[in-house]
């Protein structure tokens, strides 16, 4: 059983089109992240939620608006695609707010052409 | 501003050698510190971490890491690298321990030669 699903693996779209990825967690954690990894491999946390309340929102673009439905699921929409914004986004869980070690999911190759 | 440093981008070694990955990290109190495993095409995965009391840690698959205030530093090592091993390896560092927030440091892929 996977602990931690994203889907798409992989996604490839133009310029301007809206898009989303989905995550879900299944080990019962309190708190789920949206975390960007660019091309050059750099990890930046981009939202945390907890419990379904946003705990951290990095200076992202508006453009990026994460929903988490329940504490299971947080999935995070993109409006507007930009090329810039080509990078492998990755999920993960932690048990509880501020408990630090992260379960990852396998991450979302986001391609914009 | 707080900052994770691994100087190493690329390391290779042969199969059977011993390892050792650096991590220098800018902070004025003592952090919490982790190093992370990313195998192609997966997620990161926790290797071992670092919260306090004694300050060489053992992790998982035989990795073990020394915390060195003196030096700021969190270097990663194995004794006999396996070619199962080759993957990216992130330190990261949390500035409390009730943050959620971890800084990353830019990874060291490491390349294993039969």
């Known amino acids: 059983d996977t602990a931690v699903s994203q889907t798409p693996k992989y996604l490839v779209t133009q310029m301007g089109n809206d898009k989303s990825i989905k995550c879900e967690q299944n080990?019962?954690?309190?708190?789920m992240y949206w975390y960007k990894q660019d091309s050059k491999k750099f990890l930046k946390i981009m939202f945390s939620?907890?419990?379904?309340?946003?705990?951290i929102n990095e200076t992202v673009p508006n453009r990026f608006s994460p929903k988490s439905p329940d504490k299971a699921h947080l999935n995070l929409h993109i409006n507007s695609l930009e090329l810039g914004d080509s990078a492998v986004y990755f999920c993960?869980?932690?048990?509880?707010?501020?408990?630090?070690?992260?379960?990852f999911g396998a991450g979302s190759r986001l391609t914009v052409l | 501003a707080q900052s994770v440093t691994q100087p190493d981008i690329h390391i290779t070694v042969s199969e059977g050698a011993s390892l050792e990955l650096r991590c220098n990290y800018s902070?004025?109190?003592?952090?919490?510190l982790f190093w992370y495993v990313q195998s192609p095409g997966q997620g990161l995965q926790l290797l071992l971490k670092?919260?306090?009391?004694?300050?060489l840690v053992q992790g998982i698959k035989g990795f073990e890491a020394e915390f060195e205030r003196s030096q700021s530093s969190f270097n990663l090592r194995k004794p006999s690298v396996h070619w199962s091993d080759a993957a990216e390896y992130f330190c990261?560092?949390?500035?409390?321990?009730?943050?959620?927030?971890?800084?990353f440091g830019t990874g060291t892929r490491l390349q294993v030669f039969p």
């Open positions: 670092y919260f306090s009391g004694d300050t």
């Open positions: 080990l019962g954690h309190d708190t």
């Open positions: 990261a560092v949390a500035l409390s321990y009730n943050t959620d927030k971890l800084i």
């Open positions: 993960a869980s932690s048990q509880a707010a501020g408990a630090n070690v992260l379960t």
């Open positions: 939620y907890n419990n379904k309340e946003l705990i």
């Open positions: 902070y004025g109190a003592t952090p919490y």
